[in-house]
């Protein structure tokens, strides 16, 4: 599986969680990948959203985060910087959507809607394959992924929801109900609740790809038993 996937990271070698992402329990359609920021997690949703995108021609997905902000100056730029450009055609401004050369496309925006318009009007009438959601922290409510997941009814499949987020909120957040509710199949790791699937991720997963001595530095830094080690 590791080899399979370098083909759809750049090169990357993938970390255990990145694969575990992609491997484990494979009959849940709602997956996320939470963790520290570095572990690798918008790396691995990226490389999934290429990679079905490539293995069912003419799919669609909605790549995005919540503010158009951050999805235009960010969530583009990761795609791009993640994505052989010789798979793709163009990238369409107005439909802010990239185009593979499979006929398989891309939206990549941002989800919040404008003053005065209806909550989910970003993505009203979108008929998808597959969602893929970085931060997903940012999203107000668990509600956001119901609407979301009413969108994949496209033909080809998949018609997954992926999702990454940070591990950083307080016990009243959705995200944190997600994991406290599920059933651990491996503590502090691995947890599922019917169809979804959450993924613990850590910084030392991720360190060949990090620079050298990031991730000793860091734990210099925060030493066992501090707060944010």
């Keep these: 599986m590791a080899e399979f996937l370098t083909e759809y990271m750049g090169g990357k070698v993938p970390s255990e969680a990145q694969v575990r992402f992609v491997g484990d329990l494979p009959e849940c359609r709602e997956r996320y990948f939470l963790g520290t920021p570095g572990c690798g997690k918008s790396t691995a949703l990226i490389a999934e959203v290429n990679r079905y995108c490539l293995t069912y021609p003419g799919s669609v997905w909605l790549l995005a985060r919540y503010t158009e902000t951050e999805a235009a100056s960010v969530l583009k730029g990761d795609f791009e910087k993640e994505t052989p450009r010789e798979i793709l055609t163009r990238w369409d401004h107005e439909e802010r959507r990239y185009y593979y050369r499979n006929s398989s496309s891309v939206y990549i925006h941002g989800l919040k809607p404008a003053e005065g318009q209806a909550p989910f009007s970003k993505f009203a009438g979108y008929n998808l394959s597959g ?84 991730v000793e530095g860091l734990k210099k830094d925060y030493p066992f038993g501090h707060p944010q080690h």
Excluded at 165 to 173: E, F, K, L, P, S
Excluded at 180 to 185: F, L
């Design 131 to 214: 969602v893929g959601i970085s931060q997903a922290e940012a999203l107000p409510s668990y509600e956001w992924v119901g609407r979301l997941q009413e969108r994949l009814r496209h033909a080809n499949p998949p018609r997954l929801f992926l999702a990454e987020g940070n591990v950083d909120v307080t016990r009243d957040h959705w995200l944190f109900k997600l994991v406290d509710s599920a059933k651990v199949i491996e503590e502090k790791r691995l947890y599922q609740s019917g169809p979804r699937m959450v993924l613990i991720g850590r910084l030392a997963d991720n360190a060949g790809n990090l620079p050298a001595g990031f």
